[in-house]
Every structure is written in C-alpha cells, then in structure tokens.
C-alpha cells in the first residue's frame, strides 16, 4: 500500500523558502541576548541555497504556476538561479560591512532575502500585477536597506533619492500596465497582450499597447538606470551600504532585464502588418537609442569620477546599455531565441561576478576604501590579494580575455553582429575601449603609486578578513577566471541546470 | 594529429611564472634571477628545436607541429596551434630577444623583482602564442593578453612619466583590437553562413573557405583588422603611442616592445589581413606603401630633431617599420620578402639599441645626449658594440639591416621608381641620425666629470649585447637561410593578391569600356538563369555585389612587371 504524502507545490518552494527564512531569522533575532551577525549569515545562506536546489531539482525548465501568472521559462528559470547565486555571493561580501558598520545584522540579512524574493519573482512573472508587486517588493527593501546606517547623511540621501525616484518611476510602469490591460482586453497575462498585439480588434486597443509598451519601458528605464533616466544612480549606490549597491547594480539589473524582455516578448512574435511596422520599428528604435545613449553617456561620465562608486554606477549604465543590445537582438525574430538567451544569461553571470568582485573588495577596505579612488594607492603592497581580486574584477568589466566579462561581450556581441546590428556593436566596442581607462586607473592607483601615510591612516579595519568575506571574494574571483578561461564550462552548467 | 612541442614552448614561460610565485620572498633576487634567465634560455633551446625539425621543401605542410584540441565546441573555436616560416622566424626572435632581455634586468631592476620577472615571462608567453595561434579566438585571447603584462612593465618600473605612457599605450591598442573583434565576428558569420551553417574560428578553414562578403563589407571588415595592427606596427597616423611608450619603459621593455610587439602588427596583416581579403589588400596597396613611405621619412626627420636617445630610437622605430609596410604593400617578391626579413632585423637591431641606451641609463640615469660625449675613452668595449649595433640599424652593408631595405628598395623599385627613391632617402636620413647620435656619444672631448668615472661594461653586459652583433653580422653575411624560411610566406602573399587579379581576367574576357552597362547586363542574364546556368559560368558563382569588386579591380588593376630575381650580396 502507498503513503499518499500531501503534495508539495514545487512552483512555489523555492519562493517560500526564501520568505521563510527572512521572517525566521527576524522571529530568531527576538530571542538572542547578543546580535548574532555571522548565525543569520550561514541561515540566509541556507536558505538562498536551498532555494537554488529545489530550483534545479524539482523545478523542469517551462513549468507554469499561479494560474500562468508566473513562469519557469529557460530564461527565467535560470535568472532565477543566478540571482540566487548572487544573492548568496552578496550575503557573504556583507560580512565586514555588517560587523563593521555594527548594522543590525537579522534585519539586515532578512530584508536582503527579501529583496532577493522580490528579484526572483520577478524574474519568473509572466503578468503584469505580479511583476508590479515584485517590483514593489525590491523597492521597499531597498529604501530600508540604503539608509540602514543611521546618522549617515548620504545613506540618508540614498534611501531619499531612491525612494522619491522609484515611486516616480513605479508610476509610469502603472499607467503602462494601465493601458496594456486595456489594450489586452481585461487580462494582465503577458500571453493574453501578447494575443492582443497579434490581433488587435481595434484601432483604440493598437493605441493602448503602444502607449502601454512605451510606458512600462520608461518604467523599466529607471531600474535599468538607463540615459537618459540614470540620474539618482550615482547618488545611491555611493550612500549605500556597498554590499546593498552591489543588489542595486548586479541583481536588480540582471532580474529587470530579463523582465523587460518577458514584457517585450510579445513584440517579437508581431505578425500583423501594421503592428509590425509600428511596434517593432518604434521599439527597436526606442531601445536602439537608450542603449546608444546609456553607452555613450555611461562610459564618458564614468571617466571623470573621483568615487570608486560613483564610478561603478556609471560603469553598470554603461553596461545597461550593452546589456540592451541584447534585447535588441531578442526582438528581432529572425536569432534563434535560445541563442539570444543564452548569450544574454552568459553576460548577466559575468556582469553579477565582477560587479561582486569589485564591490567587494570596495567593502572590504572600509569607508575609506568605499570612497575616493586615492584611497587605492599601494594597495598591492598593503594587501595584495585584494589587489588582485580587484585586479581581476576590473579587467573582466573591461572586457579582456580570459576573464568571464569578455565572454559575456563575445557572447552578446556576436549574436548582434549576427543580427546585423553593427554599427551599435561598434558604438559599444569603443565604449569598452574607452572604459578601461577608468576601470584600469583604478589598477594605476593600486600597482603603480605609493600608499601615502595618510592612506595607510584610512585603513581604519586593518584585521584579516572575515572567513565569509574571503569566501565570497575568492569564489567570484575564481568564476570569473574559470568561466573567462574555460567558457565551455559555463555553457555546460547552463545546460544541466 | 597533435604534437605537443609548440604548447610547450607557448606555456614554458607562463608555467615558469608560476614556479616563480612559489619563491619565497626571503629568497632573495639571486634564484628569481636565475630561474626566469634559465626558464627563457629552455624555451630559446626549444624553439631552436623547432627549428632544426622545421621542413623546408615545398613538399612539406604549409602549418608544422600542429596541435588542434577542441577548446569551446559550441561556437568552433578550438586550441590550434601551428608554425610555418614567418611563425618560425617570430618565435625564434621572440625568445632571443627574452633571453636578453632578462639578462639586462639583472641590476636594471631593483624593486619588486618578483613581480617583475613573473610579468615578463607572462608577456612572452602571450606574445609566443599570437605567433602560433591558428584559430581567430585564441589569437584574439592572447593578442589581448600580451597587453596586460607589458600595461604593468611600463606602469610599474618605467620612468617619470610612466602612468601616462601606460595608459596611452593601452587605450589605443585595446581600440584597435576591439574593433578587429567586431571584424573578427563578421568574418565568422560570414565564414558560418558560408560553411553551411557550422561557425568556427579556424583560420585555416576561414582562410580557404569563400567568405563572400560584398565590397562595403569587405573594406570596413579589412579596415578593422588593419587598424588593430596598424596602431601596433605603428602605421604613420597611429603612431603616437609608440614613442611615450617606448621612452617610459624599463629597458627590457622597451626591447620587447620594440622588438616583438610591433612584429605582431606586421604578422597580423600578413597572416589574416591579406589572406582574408585580397582584393581590398590590392586595392588599398598604394595608400598603405604611401603610409609606409610617410612613416619612413617623417619617423626619420623626427628622429633627427630628438634630444632624447631613447626617444630617437623609439622614431627610428617608425622608420624602419615603414620600410616593412612599403616592403608587404609593394606586392613584389622581393620587397615582400625584404619586408619580411626588415622586421626580424628591426627587432635584433632596434632592441640591441634599446640594450645599449639602457646600459648607459643605467649607470648615469639620463638619456639626453648633451649629457654624454667622448665616452668611447673610458667606455671602450660600450662603445665598439654600440657603433655596431648602430651600424647594423642604419643599413651598412655587411650587417643585416642592408639586406632587408634593400630588398624592400629593388622591390618598390619595380613598381615605381619614386617608391624607391623617396624610401632611400629614408636610409640616408636614417644615417644621418643614427651617426650624429654615436657622435655625440662617444666622440669628441670626455669633458663632463660626471662621464669620466663610468665604468666600462662587466662581463655580464657584454654577454647581453653579444648576441646582438652576432646575430646582425650572420643575418647580413649569410642571409640566405632566412629569406628561404620567408620564401613561402611571401610567395604566398603574392599568389593571394595575384590570383584576385588575374580573376577578372578569367571572368571578363569580352567586357570591354563602357564595361557597367555590359557587365550589368550579363549579371542579369546570370541571376534569372542562376539554376540553369551555374555550370556554364564556373566563375560567376559569387553574389552580384562580388562580381562588381573584381570588375573595379579590372578596371584598376597595376600591371606588376615580372622581372629576373635580384641576386642577394
């Protein structure tokens, strides 16, 4: 005779697991006399790693849930996976920021499994209410989260100008999602738009999904930070806590992205003759110059800044609009959509590896270390390790061999020279080329000047490294030179998983 | 079919560096020294190897030792590695010049010597593995990967204005390489579509496989490789670089700069500009020997107006490489090969010039040559090697940078003869400044106290210029082993370019002027009977816009008089 065990709705496992955890961690945290950082730590990490497992084992790649408001696509699915492998990547370059900064560690380390739901979830939502409440989600934990060091004034400002902008920005992706559940007919299911923009039944519902469309797309322009709606980024990342930047410029791009083209997917299987024109001549267009823009614009601002931070916002604008090149790509219809997405997925691990990387480092030194670029002076003599990991990250941003960061480019790049956008190519291979005279003067400072005493002085956090910290380094770092050297290796996990 | 030999003088140096990291800090100089110095020397040893193995005869494979492992099988990109003459030539100047290099360091390199020795080895390896690479991926890889370490040399242990010159030095190499990426991506889908839908990065097959690009593509595709390797030779306008850097560098980087680095420029157009685009390489010739003339006189003029010796020699770098690109653009046997045979020159010559003004740098810490004169009184063994490498440089018969520029001038000669004329003046020029530089130097009065205590070169020192002058005199002596490992490379270019122009010949017989409207006509009598037709017009098979390429060269085509070979003093 059989046990019948109550089945487990695997859909929703690994997002529950997540919602769990942050909510037993901050339950646990009641009951602690002492703060107990390293414990909620090693239970995040639990939790985004159990996550992950029920993803790849008991999740098969196109299964749908919730009433086909959320879907396990290839893309999603594995966008899932990597923002759970980053979020785990992230819990650990928390380490020194958390201790030292003495923020307070379970809400701190809840609100981040939380931020990563949010990003999960909206990876996989495939219908309008679900993608709006994850991206509310993120956003309300990143206001807490940006300004959790109290009395510090531009954490304060970070929490501020993230907050009034993403209320801002959440208001278009409304009104967009307005006007596309009209043009839909009274359905928010992405597979229902995609129906209506097939067959429009009249001229007012053409209206309505190309309003909708474009409103949601400058919706997303803000949490993809891309020209010309970037401004707050330099601001937030720098008053953040690092490691919370880091959510902001890998994570929250990574998921936005491969919600955007969920969104936009319905552009690419356009059949009708006057949709065709309008829509994918619009979009592409409108895409075309945010991406050109968000180079152009990214690259040249990042040359002049003095702040390690403020640096790397303009550098992951810069790679936004790389990053949108591949959407481009994906809403041409004649590239294989499992090549466009693979090659996408492939940058998006290595942008979330090197943008790890140098945060890392970046909350490794310390405030000082978080600020001016001075402050990286000799730093190959001081610690050199730190050095070379940094070292590492910076040429992979780049875009040199060997490392993960010019596999994503090769990757993304040839499936646009395929797609026969050249000229952008173009425009973006310059932008790299341009870029490695602000990643690599970062490089100048560490291997080619002498630390100054008042540098040393800033050092304020001499102590070795927490075990944790080193870990999340060494395996980022590690990534990116196995996955830059042996590429295959990375398209061989893309595969299993 | 594998042979390990080339991975193993590809990945000596790079596993070296390796070993080295393991040397503790406490070791001290002596073993770091001796292990990167001992670790150059068994690849030199290897590569001679290889060379004593090579097979000359016409007979023989095109690609030696090959060795082809597949490396990322989804996009057709595989670990091939493979030497033929040209490669065979690079690789022995390659190690050659590291050897020397590393034995100049010695007490050139105080500081961080660990560093500095791993970064070196590093470089070599990224530089042996351009020469060697047969797939467009992996030569991308280490094309870019030679960048880092020599970004480092010149930022770490270079001179005053060292971060500068670094970072010029990067950001116009990387555009340039960038932009070959994008070429080289273009060249791949082509190279797929063409190939049936399989992509690879092979360049034998992209070589041999009909890319059929239409002449737009074709020249923006050429003009993305050619500028990557344009900024390395350095071709006139791209060429500001080149003297920051060569000036900032320690004096073993310098020599590698000089003496490898930009070769990889000039292999980059024989190996992937020519083959692969043919019909742009002969129509754009006359403006790339244009460029190599305007190199080799402004290098020269500039040089002579230089204070600074290794400023002077960095111009005179310019100049010579423009009797290289002269010699490739002339598109005639000799040039070719005297082209070929210039750039193996320039490294011996150049880089033991480099040596010789690090020597003195070192032991006055000044390179201006106000600063010096009548050092040939104390300084005599410095002094006769230095004029002998200067002299190998400036072209003195006898010595080996003779038989390079004038092979490339009898060849330029014969297409025409103002080529010739104005490169000559180039070696006249060259002359000049080279001789004023010994001049000033080493002769006239020993007036400046400061120059009076030098001491004379140790043993060591005389061991790193040695080999130079060896090396010069057995090249100008006995040139002939030399030309005939070119021989196959520059007859190769000149079948390439040739077969392109006798192309139309074979298509075109009956068009004659007014040939678009005829020509027109004929296309379209060709594509509405394409099917039936195919067989009938075997040389018709390329697109429309293929066929426009060659009825432009038709019309352009340069007559290339045969004449009897040049006898080799």
Known sequence: ?497 | MTNWLLTLIIFLPLAGALLLLAIPRTAGGGALRAGALGLALADLLLSVGAALQFDLSPAAPEFQFVAKVSWIPEWGASYHVGLDGLSLSLVLLTNFLAVLSILSSFSAIRQREKEYYILLLLLQSGVLGTFLALDLLLFYLFWELMLIPLYFLIGIWGSENRVYATMKFLVYTLVGSLLMLVGILVVYFHGKAANAGVGTFDYLALARADLRLDSSTALWTFLAFLLAFAIKVPVVPFHTWLPDAHTEAPTAGSVLLAGILLKTGVYGIVRFCIPFFPEVSATTAPLLAALGIVGIIYGAFTALAQTDMKRLVAYSSVSHMGFVILGLFAFQEQAVRGGLLQMLNHGISTGGLFLCVGLIYERRHTRRLADFGGLAVNMRRYAALTVIVALSSLGLPGLNGFVGEFLVIVGAFQRHWYWAALAGTGVILGAVYLLVMVQRVFFGPLDKPENRVLSDLSFREVLTLLPVVAMAFAIGLYPKPWLKLLERNSAGIIAKVQTVQDRPREVLVEVTPPLEEKHLARMFEFTTHSHSDRESLPQMQPKANGDKIISQISLTRPTYPTRPTCPIP
């Open chain 1, 1 to 497: 005779m059989t046990v019948s065990w109550p089945t487990i709705e695997w859909t929703w496992a690994p997002l529950v697991l997540l919602a769990l955890t942050a909510v037993g961690i901050v339950m646990a945290d009641l009951f602690m006399r002492a703060p107990r950082p390293a414990l909620w730590m090693q239970l995040g990490l639990l939790g985004l790693l159990a996550a992950g497992t029920a993803v790849v084992l008991k999740i098969p790649d196109g299964v749908s849930a919730f009433n086909q408001a959320v879907r396990y696509d290839g893309l999603g699915r594995l966008g899932v996976l990597v923002i759970l492998a980053g979020g785990c990547l992230i819990v650990l370059i928390s380490h020194r920021p958390v201790r030292r900064d003495e923020l307070p560690a379970a809400e701190y380390f809840a609100l981040l499994l939380l931020v990563v739901l949010g990003l999960a979830t909206l990876s996989i939502s495939f219908e309008l209410m679900a993608i709006f409440l994850s991206v509310e989600m993120v956003s309300v934990g990143v206001y807490i989260l940006a300004g959790l060091r109290r009395g510090d004034t531009r954490g304060s400002e970070a929490a501020m100008k993230y907050f009034v902008l993403a209320a801002f920005s959440a208001g278009f992706l409304v009104l967009g999602f307005a006007f596309l559940y009209g043009g839909a007919e009274g359905s928010t299911l992405l597979g229902r738009i995609a129906l209506a923009v097939h067959r429009p039944s009249t001229p007012f519902t053409v209206g309505c999904v190309l309003a909708g469309f474009a409103l949601a797309l400058t919706g997303f322009a803000f949490k993809l930070t891309l020209v010309p709606f970037h401004l707050y980024a330099a601001d937030v990342f720098d008053g953040a806590p690092t490691p919370v930047a880091a959510v902001l410029a890998a994570l929250s791009k990574a998921a936005g992205l491969i919600a955007l083209i969920h969104l936009l997917s319905p552009l690419r299987i356009v059949s009708n003759e006057t949709m065709q024109s309008a829509l994918t001549q619009d979009f592409t267009g409108l895409l075309w110059i945010f991406a050109a823009l968000s180079i152009v614009v990214g690259n040249a601002v990042a040359l002049v800044q003095r702040r390690i931070k403020r640096m790397l916002a303009y550098s992951t604008i810069a790679h936004s609009g790389y990053l949108l090149i591949g959407v481009l790509v994906f809403l041409d219809n004649t590239v294989r959509m499992a090549e466009v997405e693979t090659a996408i997925l492939v940058y998006l691990i290595a942008y979330v590896l090197m943008n790890v990387g140098a945060f890392g480092v970046a909350a490794a030194l310390g405030p000082a270390g978080e600020g001016e670029i001075e402050h990286y002076a000799g730093l190959a003599r001081r610690s050199p390790a730190l050095a070379l990991a940094m070292t590492v990250a910076l040429l992979s941003l780049t875009g040199i061999p060997a490392t993960a960061g010019f596999v994503g480019k090769l990757t993304l790049f040839a499936r646009a020279v395929e797609a026969g956008h050249i000229a952008l190519v173009v425009l973006a291979v310059l932008g790299s080329a341009v870029s490695a005279y602000y990643y690599l003067r970062i490089v100048v400072y560490m291997y080619m000047r002498e630390s100054s005493t008042e540098t040393v002085g800033a050092d304020t956090d001499a102590a070795p490294l927490e075990l944790g910290h080193k870990i999340g380094l060494i395996l980022s770092t590690a990534a990116t030179v196995l996955f830059g050297v042996f590429p295959q290796t990375l398209l061989f996990l893309l595969k299993i998983l």
